[in-house]
T-cell receptor, first 111, second 112 residues
Framework: QQQVKQSPQSLIVQKGGISIINCAYE??????FPWYQQFPGKGPALLIA?????SEKKEGRFTISFNKSAKQFSLHIMDSQPGDSATYFC??????????FGTGTRLKVLA | NAGVTQTPKFQVLKTGQSMTLQCAQD?????MSWYRQDPGMGLRLIHY???????DQGEVPNGYNVSRSTTEDFPLRLLSAAPSQTSVYFC???????????FGEGSRLTVL
């Protein structure tokens, strides 16, 4: 099964709070897990990515946590800002292309 | 540095009409792909290519054709448009050996 399940569908967070988006996958052949950020009217852009040989990757306020045994990974946005308001997609790939994307999470950060 | 360029940005078609969505990239990427984005369904892969002359189907290929005659261009053809093809279409490219997909800004298609 090639699905990647993403939750929640939408998320509202106060400025300065933590935003958490979760994804689960089924195919154990997946070995690359990126997160993409999309602003209205624009194409998605790579935010951060992880491979299963590490359990966590942090870039600034954005952290991916990866649980290989549970086949789950999540995006944490610390100190969320109104400028982080966007749609976030998780994805998985068995190589470095031909991604399977999650259904997206629309994040709104209130000022 | 243009990146991935898609044309047109907006298009309205009548059922049964045909059209081609254009995609060009100037980064010498081997991999190019087409996705459609629908509310609540995320990004679904239509077709992809790993080099000139090589194409393959993704998750939702029915009703679409592609070809790859050059490294730079990867057009998506709708031969007989249907209302179910109303969507936003994204072209994306990358090097085969790296993970970052570069997306165009999308083409919004409405089929009446």
């Amino acid at each position: 099964q090639q699905q990647v399940k993403q939750s929640p569908q939408s998320l509202i967070v106060q400025k300065g709070g933590i935003s958490i988006i979760n994804c689960a996958y089924e195919n154990t052949a997946f070995d690359y897990f990126p997160w993409y950020q999309q602003f209205p009217g624009k194409g998605p852009a790579l935010l951060i990515a992880i491979r299963p040989d590490v359990s966590e990757k942090k870039e600034g306020r954005f952290t991916i946590s990866f649980n290989k045994s549970a086949k789950q990974f999540s995006l944490h946005i610390m100190d969320s800002q109104p400028g982080d308001s966007a749609t976030y997609f998780c994805a998985a790939s068995p190589g470095t292309y031909k991604y399977i994307f999650g259904t997206g999470t629309r994040l709104k950060v209130l000022a | 540095n243009a990146g991935v360029t898609q044309t047109p940005k907006f298009q309205v078609l009548k059922t049964g009409q045909s059209m081609t969505l254009q995609c060009a990239q100037d980064m010498n990427h081997e991999y190019m792909s087409w996705y459609r984005q629908d509310p609540g369904m995320g990004l679904r892969l239509i077709h992809y290519s790993v080099g000139a002359g090589i194409t393959d189907q993704g998750e939702v290929p029915n009703g679409y054709n592609v070809s790859r005659s050059t490294t730079e261009d990867f057009p998506l053809r709708l031969l007989s448009a249907a209302p179910s093809q109303t969507s936003v279409y994204f072209c994306a490219s990358s090097y085969v050996n790296t993970g970052e997909l570069f997306f165009g800004e999308g083409s919004r298609l409405t089929v009446l």
